[in-house]
């Protein structure tokens, strides 16, 4: 019956897609449906397909903050594939897809002579996944260069100002949200500070290298797992006044924990890397070793900044 509106409509639907292969950290079961839209209408009707027929619904983008469930997501996941961006070179002014890839975007307006979101390049993921979370990294947020932004809610879309998310270090307050009707981020609006192009280009390659060195990437991950208690990711000389969560795992030995195919990455321990066929319930039990080390030693309980999505059992998994 879903399959055949979303068909109507001309937008792709396929049944029991593992979310383990659409999301970075390798783990999930099947989702009951999985729709790639390509286009905002596309977006829009699926999101209103899904409410009308009382369906659980999850729009995702690159899935790449997100560890989804051995038993899977019981709805509709639909994986927002829209693309386009335009760029006023002039003005500054740029207008994205909410599922144009970040640094997609970031390059592009780089080549246009335009900077500012440089220090987040190499973050995976989209538009509307990085404004949901206030995604940053070196101190600079995306919330600092979007303007405002048109979400799509039971009315309708309306355009808002950012301010309206309320960002703060890696949340705004529709991160987690799980009610109906949800809201859906159609498009971004961006202004950029006018730079030389191969300043822009060169700090490009800075932020790059930094990744490389510090992160364990070409591995499935999804990025930090914990929030830095300090709430900034603005680097300190004193790790130990930052409170970043990197520093309070490594200190604790976190280092040394695994669980099933997953375990702490030697490059950095606030990062998970699926190693060999981990569950999504390997990478939790993971998790949970991980805080556990961290209050053992400090007295802090550290907070995700990934977010779980599908149908957890967590009795089953003591
Ligand atoms: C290698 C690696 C490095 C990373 N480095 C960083 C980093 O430096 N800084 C940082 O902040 N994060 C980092 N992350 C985490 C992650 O990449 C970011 O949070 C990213 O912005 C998430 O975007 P996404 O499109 O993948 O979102 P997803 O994981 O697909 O979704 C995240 C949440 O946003 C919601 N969402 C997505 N799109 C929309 C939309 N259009 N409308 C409404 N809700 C939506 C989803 O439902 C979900 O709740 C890293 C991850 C990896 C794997």
Redesign the pocket.
């Known amino acids: 019956m879903i399959e055949k509106k979303f068909n109507l409509c001309g937008i792709d639907i396929t049944p029991a897609l593992p979310l383990s292969e659409i999301?970075?950290?390798g783990v999930g079961g099947n989702s009951l449906y999985l729709s790639r839209v390509k286009t905002l209408d596309q977006?829009m009707k699926a999101v209103e397909i899904c409410e009308s027929s009382d369906l659980e619904y999850?729009?995702?983008?690159?899935?790449?903050?997100?560890i989804a469930s051995d038993s899977g997501f019981s709805g509709v996941i639909i994986k927002?594939e829209t693309s386009q961006i335009t760029i006023d070179s002039a003005r500054g002014r740029v207008i994205a897809d909410?599922?144009v890839f970040?640094s997609n975007l970031i390059v592009q307006c780089a080549s246009q002579g335009l900077g500012g979101l440089d220090p987040?390049y190499?973050?995976?993921?989209?538009?509307?996944?990085?404004?949901?979370?206030?995604?940053?990294?070196h101190g600079v947020?995306?919330s600092d260069f979007a303007r405002s932004f048109t979400l799509m809610d039971k009315e309708g879309p309306k355009t808002y100002k950012v301010e309206y998310l309320e960002p703060s270090y890696?949340k705004t307050k529709?991160?987690?949200v799980k009610k109906k009707p949800?809201?859906?981020?159609?498009s971004v609006i961006f202004q950029f500070n006018s730079r030389k192009q191969e300043e822009v280009m060169s700090d490009l390659k800075k932020y790059k290298t930094i990744?490389q060195e510090r992160?364990p990437?070409g591995i499935k991950?999804?990025?930090?797992i914990f929030s830095n208690p300090s709430g900034t990711?603005k680097a300190t000389d004193d790790k130990s006044k930052n409170l970043s969560a990197g520093f309070l795992l490594e200190s604790s030995g976190a280092k040394r924990l695994s669980v099933g195919g997953a375990r702490v990455s030697k490059k950095h321990a606030n990062w998970i890397e699926n190693f060999n066929h981990a569950t999504a319930s390997d990478v939790r039990k993971l998790i949970d070793l991980m805080r556990e080390s961290v209050n053992e030693k400090y007295n802090i309980i550290l907070k995700e900044?990934?977010?779980y999505?599908g149908d957890w059992d967590l009795s089953s998994d003591e």
Do not use: H, W, Y
């Open positions: 999301c970075s950290m977006l999850k729009v995702i983008g690159g899935g790449t903050n997100i927002n909410s599922g970040l987040l190499g973050i995976p993921g989209t538009v509307g996944g990085a404004l949901i979370n206030n995604a940053g990294s947020a995306i890696r529709l991160k987690f949800r809201e859906v981020v159609l990744r992160q990437l991950t999804s990025g930090s990711d900044e990934v977010e999505i």
